[in-house]
């Protein structure tokens, strides 16, 4: 029986993979890796920073401004100087990220209801995080300016606003990051695993032998994409639960979806593994195209970067990565339990583009047979 020739290399598949030191690595270490490193160290927010302040006004709002800062908790170490040199210096030196520069007249400005200002002064070499402290520092200043005599006096008029964040109500960023995750693992594991197939096989001298079994060559192809569609099924698995179990992440949606689509998504990746797979020689060079193919595919994604700030040439590329599809897909259902059509929308392009692996795959197989 055919069910019985396929299951049988469908077991084989994926003892080889367990019972190979480098297999088990593969499969254990990377997804370990990435879920510390992205869900705790891998943070959009700034935090732990030095920061220099020179205050030369000696009133009660200069000291206020300075106890606040003090008392953000993003900062690590406030330091204090009364040279202007010495707040350039530690800027140039790359000792704190930013400095802030109190004036004389600060506090008597304020009293007498004139405008004043602070200096800040930002290390523009790591520009992404500058902006962000200076974020902070801006938040600070805004404060104290709606404490002072002027700012309650024009409280009463002003328009005030009350931002709502929906979906992730306190911004907590492994909100963002964890769900991100599960589609990336997928591809890695997905990816590598079936690139190492056919590889694995030419290395080992097994491929001629495969070749004369009674299988036939659509039995292979399916031998060979189910194993790391299931093994990839199962790291999604996993982190569907350490997302919920660990992180404490809702899960809005519907699980029947993100399963649904999380077979077409792996029926894409495996079948650009085994393109990979079929064209490499050697186990190295299936995983030298396996990241080729991998890092791009991370980056043009909207795992880190929004693809909307990308370039306006590079954007279109993004289209026949699957990753894309996916992403949003994960989030929509934890978070915001999108409906069913959005689901499917997105999921056609997967389709489309796991047919055309497929049967790029299975094309470059058979032509390697002949």
Same mark, same amino acid.
């Given at each position: 029986? *055919? *069910?019985t020739?396929l299951?049988a290399?469908? +077991?084989?598949?994926?003892?080889?993979?367990? =019972?190979?030191?480098?297999? =088990?690595?593969?499969?254990?270490v990377?997804?370990?890796?990435?879920?510390?490193?992205?869900?705790?160290?891998a943070?959009?927010?700034v935090?732990?920073?030095? #920061?220099?302040?020179l205050?030369?006004?000696?009133?009660h709002? !200069?000291?206020?401004?300075?106890?606040?800062?003090?008392g953000?908790?993003?900062?690590?170490?406030?330091?204090? &100087?009364?040279?202007?040199?010495?707040?350039?210096e530690?800027?140039? =030196?790359?000792?704190?990220?930013?400095?802030?520069q109190?004036?004389p007249?600060?506090?008597?400005?304020?009293?007498?209801?004139q405008? &004043?200002?602070?200096?800040?002064?930002?290390?523009?070499?790591r520009?992404?995080a500058? $902006?962000?402290?200076? /974020?902070?520092?801006?938040?600070?200043?805004?404060?104290?300016?709606?404490? &002072?005599p002027?700012?309650q006096?024009?409280?009463?008029?002003?328009?005030?606003?009350?931002?709502?964040?929906?979906?992730?109500?306190?911004?907590?960023?492994?909100?963002?990051? #964890?769900?991100n995750?599960i589609?990336?693992?997928?591809?890695?594991?997905?990816?590598?695993?079936?690139?190492?197939?056919?590889?694995?096989? =030419?290395?080992?001298?097994?491929?001629? $032998?495969?070749?004369?079994?009674?299988?036939r060559?659509?039995?292979?192809l399916? /031998?060979?994409?189910?194993?790391?569609m299931?093994? !990839?099924l #199962?790291?999604?698995? +996993?982190?569907?639960?350490?997302?919920?179990v660990?992180? !404490?992440?809702p899960l809005?949606g519907?699980? +029947?979806?993100l399963?649904?689509?999380s077979i077409i998504?792996?029926?894409?990746?495996?079948?650009?593994?085994?393109?990979?797979?079929?064209?490499?020689?050697?186990?190295? $060079?299936?995983?030298? /195209?396996?990241?080729?193919?991998? #890092?791009?595919?991370?980056? +043009?994604?909207?795992?880190?970067?929004?693809?909307e700030?990308?370039?306006? *040439?590079?954007?279109p590329? &993004?289209?026949?990565?699957?990753l894309?599809?996916?992403?949003?897909?994960?989030? /929509?259902?934890f978070?915001?339990?999108?409906?069913?059509s959005?689901v499917?929308?997105?999921?056609i392009?997967?389709? %489309?583009?796991?047919? %055309?692996t497929?049967?790029?795959?299975? *094309?470059?197989?058979?032509?390697?047979?002949?």
């Open positions: 029986m *055919w *069910w020739r299951k290399l469908i +077991l084989k598949e994926l003892l080889a993979v367990l =019972r190979d030191p480098r297999g =088990r690595i593969i499969l254990i990377p997804p370990v890796i990435q879920l510390v490193v992205f869900s705790y160290a943070t959009l927010e935090r732990n920073v030095d #920061v220099m302040v205050n030369r006004d000696a009133g709002w !200069g000291y206020e401004l300075v106890q606040r800062i003090e953000s908790p993003t900062f690590r170490k406030v330091s204090f &100087t009364d040279s202007p040199e010495v707040l350039h530690a800027v140039d =030196r790359q000792k704190v990220l930013a400095a802030v109190i004036s007249t600060f506090s008597r400005d304020i009293e007498a209801k405008p &004043t200002d602070v200096q800040i002064i930002l290390d523009g070499r520009s992404n500058s $902006q962000i402290v200076g /974020g902070y520092l801006n938040q600070i200043v805004a404060g104290l300016s709606a404490d &002072t002027a700012g006096k024009a409280k009463s008029s002003a328009v005030s606003i009350m931002p709502r964040n929906w979906f992730n109500p306190n911004l907590i960023y492994q909100w963002f990051m #964890v769900p995750l589609g990336s693992i997928a591809l890695l594991i997905g990816m590598i695993v079936t690139a190492l197939s056919i590889a694995r096989e =030419r290395e080992l001298g097994t491929f001629d $032998q495969l070749m004369v079994s009674p299988l060559t659509h039995e292979i399916i /031998g060979k994409l189910l194993p790391p299931m093994i !990839g #199962v790291h999604i698995s +996993l982190y569907i639960v350490a997302a919920i660990v992180f !404490g992440i809005r519907s699980l +029947l979806l399963y649904g689509s998504f792996m029926a894409s990746i495996v079948g650009l593994g085994l393109f990979i797979s079929a064209m490499s020689m050697t186990q190295q $060079q299936a995983i030298l /195209g396996a990241f080729l193919v991998l #890092v791009p595919g991370m980056l +043009l994604s909207g795992f880190a970067t929004p693809i700030n990308m370039p306006g *040439w590079l954007q590329v &993004t289209y026949i990565n699957p894309r599809y996916f992403l949003v897909i994960v989030r /929509g259902v978070l915001k339990d999108i409906p069913v959005q499917v929308t997105l999921t392009p997967l389709a %489309f583009i796991a047919a %055309f497929l049967s790029a795959a299975a *094309w470059l197989f058979r032509k390697r047979l002949e």
